[in-house]
């Protein structure tokens, strides 16, 4: 992966095609995921190659998007995370950024190339 890879991490599918597809038109390279397990597999085997990591705080399964930014910025502190929710902003992990849904794609794009 020689492109500014992001990770995408939405269990609505709808929304991460939507996400991954405005990152792609901007010349980001973009790895899906559907849930926080297999957001930290992908971590795991790929995480110095990725720049940026944008979660959903809620999402399906036992771990949420707040957790999976924990997880992620212990593995990687230098990797540029942005929490996304319909909620209101939760306890943010240290150095990281969020964002309130409905925001426009020009937020999401400055947010993910900081």
Partial sequence: MSNFVTLIVEDDPIQREC???LLKREGLEVVECAN??????????TGPDLQALVT???????TS??????????????LN??????????????NTHFLM??????????AVLR
Avoid at 36 to 45: D, F, I
Avoid at 56 to 62: A, Q, R, T
């Fill in 36 to 45: 926080a397990a297999v957001a930290e597999l992908v971590l795991a085997s």
């Fill in 19 to 21: 996400l991954a597809d």
């Fill in 101 to 110: 849904k409905p925001y426009e794609p020009q937020q999401l794009l400055d």
């Fill in 81 to 94: 995370v942005v929490l996304v929710s319909g909620y209101g902003p939760p306890v943010l992990p240290h």
């Fill in 65 to 78: 998007g707040v957790e999976l930014a924990e997880y992620a910025k212990r593995k990687f502190p230098d």
């Fill in 56 to 62: 959903d705080v809620e999402l399906g399964g036992e």
